[in-house]
């Protein structure tokens, strides 16, 4: 098998080029085909009437000549665990023509085909082979209609221009659709910039309590090892159907960025406090609490730290519910019953801050965290939380510096308030959170890129000695350009390879 190298390519590119490649060579032989609204969302399917099938197989015969693969689509077995029936006939034909980067790391290829499947014809309708996320009967009198690309399903492209023919009935989205905007919001820092070390060793005089908590400040929580190029590439990958990126820095970018792209907006810190907080910050969670008043951030927003990361393709509503909901992707990790300790992680006691908010406003006990996956938010439930509890979303704002008295507004409190309102539910991920400390982590990592079996993950440094830093960027140094081998439309072009 040859695959075409492009340097750029992604899921949601190979797919269309497959799906085109095949609508137009249809089209081109007057086949009446029809798009269809998929089960299997990855790939794409039209139908045609059976009785253009000896004409179909022609023209598809024709295009693996051009290094297309054709291979039967076999109809899927009535139970879990049984074998296939050997005997039954296809039920399509799919047809892709594979795609890799120019390090041949990654392939894909059938995952993404187009699938043509024959629609039995009766006198008044068309009948068909399989089911589909619409209707399995067409009335010959149903029109034929033209249609965007949204309307097949939620894996596409934002703004994209693309249309295709189809038959009226399946111009009704299914129930999971979701059509509202949804944003994504990055925090990032180069802990490494001679001016920002500065302001920081500056502010640490100012804040002499931070010695009390050697996680309050430490270095690891700054370093930037590209992982947001990386990051970046999974979101473009995985999840195309972002409308906009906002990435908000201490007036940082990063040399590789393509600032100037349509979805890309830059904030710094200064638009969004203003007169609330102090400023210069190097307290996380101080940041969260003013990310909602970005202008122009839609109601619905995934806010991601630059070491999470896509891991296989995802549909918005693995995030949010058709009617807004949120999902809450609760973690097993108990928030300790004790009271705040100067000397506890700082998440720890964010925590126990969270819980007696949740306590004092539902009476309920807030038990666990939240895995440190994207953060699935909406600006109205941020909103009324700050102003039902201004004082304590003030005062972790002022915080220079992690401290014992903070909140975490968008990566906890958020979450239990919108479930305790009916905003958010409960959801499973299939999830992998790796320490970069831990001896185990190298290991994983090989297990995570050979398998590719994580919806998301998060590769976190919580406290490393300059020793194990060094290693640890070497480890992401070869990981993450081999879990993410093709190019964003978000880092120029010319940018070095890291």
């Not at 015969?61 to 291979?71: D, F, K, Q, R, T």
């Not at 139970?79 to 041949?104: C, H, I, N, S």
């Not at 909140?407 to 906890?412: F, H, K, T, Y």
Request: a negative charge; one cysteine or more; charged letters at 25%.
């Amino acid at each position: 098998m040859s695959a075409r190298i492009d340097p750029a390519a992604s899921p949601l590119s190979v797919r269309t080029d497959n799906l085109d490649r095949v609508v137009g060579a249809l089209a081109a032989q007057d086949v009446p085909y029809f798009r269809i609204p998929p089960v299997e969302w990855q790939r794409t399917v039209v139908g045609v009437p059976e009785s253009f099938r000896d004409r179909v197989e022609r023209i598809l015969s024709g295009l693996v000549a051009e290094g297309g693969i054709l291979e039967p689509v076999m109809p899927a077995s009535p139970k879990a665990g049984t074998l296939p029936d050997e005997t039954a006939e296809p039920v399509a034909t799919a047809l892709y023509w594979p795609v890799t980067d120019p390090e041949r790391r990654l392939l894909l290829g059938r995952e993404y085909a187009c699938e043509v499947e024959f629609w039995s014809e009766l006198p008044d309708r068309l009948v068909a082979p399989r089911p589909n996320l619409s209707v399995d009967v067409l009335l010959n009198v149903e029109p034929e209609v033209s249609a965007s690309e949204a309307t097949f399903g939620d894996f596409h492209g934002v703004g994209s221009s693309s249309s295709y023919r189809t038959r009226r009935p399946f111009l009704l989205p299914a129930l999971d659709h979701i059509d509202f905007p949804i944003d994504v919001v990055y925090t990032w820092v180069d802990g490494a910039d001679p001016a920002w070390l500065e302001r920081k060793n500056a502010a640490l005089g100012e804040n002499e309590w931070v010695s009390e908590n050697e996680e309050a400040a430490n270095a690891s929580r700054y370093i930037s090892r590209n992982e947001l190029r990386y990051s970046l590439r999974s979101l473009h990958a995985y999840a195309p159907w972002v409308r906009r990126i906002f990435l908000v820095t201490d007036d940082q970018v990063p040399s590789w960025l393509t600032v100037d792209h349509p979805q890309i907006t830059v904030v710094s810190h200064k638009e969004i406090f203003g007169e609330a907080g102090k400023l210069p910050t190097f307290n996380s969670m101080a940041i969260e609490t003013r990310l909602h008043h970005i202008d122009g951030l839609s109601e619905h927003f995934l806010y991601i730290n630059d070491d999470v990361f896509f891991g296989q393709p995802l549909l918005p509503s693995f995030f949010f519910t058709p009617s807004g909901q949120t999902r809450i992707f609760q973690s097993r990790v108990r928030v300790d019953s004790g009271p705040v300790t100067p000397d506890e992680q700082p998440a720890m006691s964010a925590g126990k801050n969270n819980r007696e908010l949740v306590e004092r406003e539902f009476g309920r006990f807030l038990a666990f965290k939240v895995k440190h996956t994207p953060h699935a938010a909406r600006r109205s439930v941020l909103a009324e939380i700050e102003a039902r509890y201004p004082d304590q979303i003030a005062a972790t704002a002022s915080h220079q510096f992690r401290h014992p008295e903070d909140v975490s507004l968008l990566s906890s409190l958020q979450q239990h308030w919108a479930y305790l309102t009916g905003r958010a539910v409960l959801a499973d991920v299939q999830y992998m959170y790796r320490n970069l400390e831990d001896p185990l982590t190298p290991k994983r990592l090989a297990t995570a890129l050979r398998r590719r079996h994580h919806q998301l993950f998060c590769l976190n440094d919580t406290n490393s000695t300059e020793e194990s830093a060094r290693a640890q960027t070497e480890l992401l140094e070869t990981f993450l350009p081999a879990y993410y081998p093709f190019r964003s439309p978000y880092e120029q072009p010319d940018a070095a390879a890291l």
